[in-house]
């Protein structure tokens, strides 16, 4: 019986790690986005991230033509602390209080959420990443802005980037063919 190859899964990798994952400098302004960051901008450039289980929110508006992304490793925890920005309850709110302090509105949000796959969860419902996702969906709804983006779930890990300038994302699976 042949075992299948172990999946990638970058979310398990070391910080320092991380970096090797981002395209050689192709001469646009860039900012990699840790677990546990919340980054915000008007500034014309493209942010970017590794997510497993993990969840990540773009929130752009399109006539300020602002916008940021967090990502977050667990849907709750404490508020306090300098690891706060890796629970969502707190991340999601921090990343909207900075885009509306960039002078965006709330009625000219667009959200996209990525992330919360589930490489080792045979039941889906009950996984983190399903967690991390339905955490992202209840904030989003209850503040009103809308979802016109969202490649989550399943059991592979993502490279995400997101382009301020126009709000455009680009999304890189790391599910490995089979051999």
């Not at 019986?1 to 398990?12: H, L, S």
Request: glycine share 10%; hydrophobic share 40%.
């Amino acid at each position: 019986m042949k075992e299948d190859p172990p999946k990638f899964n970058p979310a398990v990798l070391p910080t320092e790690f991380m970096k090797n994952f981002e395209p050689a400098d192709s001469g646009e302004t860039r900012h990699f986005l840790y677990p546990g960051q919340v980054f915000a901008t008007r500034d014309p450039i493209t942010i970017s991230t590794i997510l497993g289980s993990c969840a990540a929110i773009c929130l752009w508006d399109r006539q300020k033509r602002a916008g940021g992304m967090n990502h977050y490793l667990l849907p709750e925890g404490s508020g306090d602390g300098p690891n706060r920005l890796r629970y969502g309850n707190v991340a999601n709110p921090e990343l909207l209080k900075q885009v509306l302090a960039l002078g965006c509105t709330v009625k000219n949000l667009q959200a996209k959420i990525f992330g919360g796959s589930s490489a080792f969860s045979a039941d889906l419902t009950h996984a983190l990443g399903t967690k991390n996702i339905d955490l992202a969906e209840n904030f989003l709804r209850a503040a009103g802005i809308p979802i016109v983006e969202r490649d989550v779930s399943g059991k592979h890990g993502r490279r995400l980037m997101f382009q301020v300038a126009d709000g455009l994302t680009t999304i890189k699976s790391f599910e490995q063919a089979s051999v």
